[in-house]
């Protein structure tokens, strides 16, 4: 079981910004799919953005153009940056970690996702 733990969480008007951080220790991410999902009130989880194994990134409609997913160097720390905040953001974003090859790393694939942390809240006010 892999250890994830997310924060950066915050309440922010409409048209800010954000950067989630969730925090991979003790594994090598090179390895892994990694993703950010989102749960809004009331509602499933969803895929936000996805990093696969070869490097290459995948988005949600929703956010493409708006939020960028990466990680820092080490690869012990995966980023989500959002930009152009909507309140329909509002929500807990999960991080999560699929020990799968870049081709089965599918953003749509929520339960294929073995390992999660605990979330961070994002409200976004209009």
């Known amino acids: 079981q892999v250890h994830l733990a997310e924060?950066?969480?915050a309440s922010v008007q409409a048209g800010g910004s954000l950067r989630l951080s969730c925090v991979v220790p003790g594994i090598d991410t090179s390895y892994?799919?990694?993703?950010?999902?989102h749960q809004a009130p009331g509602e499933g989880r969803e895929g936000v953005a996805?990093?696969?194994?070869?490097?290459?990134?995948?988005?949600?409609?929703?956010?493409?153009?708006?939020?960028?997913?990466?990680?820092?160097?080490?690869?012990?720390?995966l980023y989500?940056?959002?930009n152009s905040l909507k309140p329909e953001?509002?929500?807990?974003?999960?991080?999560a970690a699929s020990r799968q090859q870049a081709?089965?790393?599918?953003?749509?694939?929520?339960?294929?996702?073995?390992?999660?942390?605990?979330?961070t809240q994002v409200a976004v006010f209009s």
């Open 80 to 82: 989500l940056q959002m």
């Open 7 to 9: 924060s950066g969480g």
């Open 103 to 119: 081709r089965f790393c599918n953003i749509y694939k929520v339960g294929a996702f073995e390992s999660w942390g605990q979330g």
């Open 50 to 77: 996805i990093l696969d194994t070869d490097g290459r990134t995948k988005y949600a409609d929703s956010v493409k153009g708006r939020f960028t997913i990466s990680k820092d160097n080490t690869g012990t720390t």
């Open 89 to 95: 953001d509002t929500g807990v974003y999960y991080c």
């Open 32 to 37: 892994y799919c990694m993703g950010w999902f």
